[in-house]
Nanobody, 124 residues
Framework: QMQLAESGGGLVQAGGSLRLSCAATGRTNSDYSMGWFRQAPGKEGEFVAAHHWNSGRTYYAESVKGRFTISRDNAKNTVSLQMNILRPEDTAVYYC?????????????????WGQGTQVTVSS
């Protein structure tokens, strides 16, 4: 089993930045692709970004492309999400996810392991 723990959430003004981190413990493996999802109150979960385990390719939702950057450090078993130019509509609980996948990164059902989430609130 793999355990994931997010950190770095908080309150920020629109236009500001936050950096989320996700630490993997337990049965960690650099073969796992990592993803970030978010869920705003009253809305369904939404794909944010993903990082393929082998190729290093990254994938982003259109709504965050150019503002968010996903990166990982296999030596430290962490994945990060740098969020810049934040908007009020980015307010949500952000979740880190992991699984041995090579496609369908934007589908929550593709990921087996999930963190408990960290709250990001962007004020206008």
């Amino acid at each position: 089993q793999m355990q994931l723990a997010e950190s770095g959430g908080g309150l920020v003004q629109a236009g500001g930045s936050l950096r989320l981190s996700c630490a993997a413990t337990g049965r960690t493996n650099s073969d796992y692709s990592m993803g970030w999802f978010r869920q705003a109150p009253g809305k369904e979960g939404e794909f944010v970004a993903a990082h393929h385990w082998n190729s290093g390719r990254t994938y982003y939702a259109e709504s965050v492309k150019g503002r968010f950057t996903i990166s990982r450090d296999n030596a430290k078993n962490t994945v990060s999400l740098q969020m810049n130019i934040l908007r009020p509509e980015d307010t949500a609980v952000y979740y880190c996810a992991a699984n041995l996948i090579n496609s369908d990164y934007n589908r929550p059902a593709s990921f087996r392991f999930w963190g408990q989430g960290t709250q990001v609130t962007v004020s206008s």
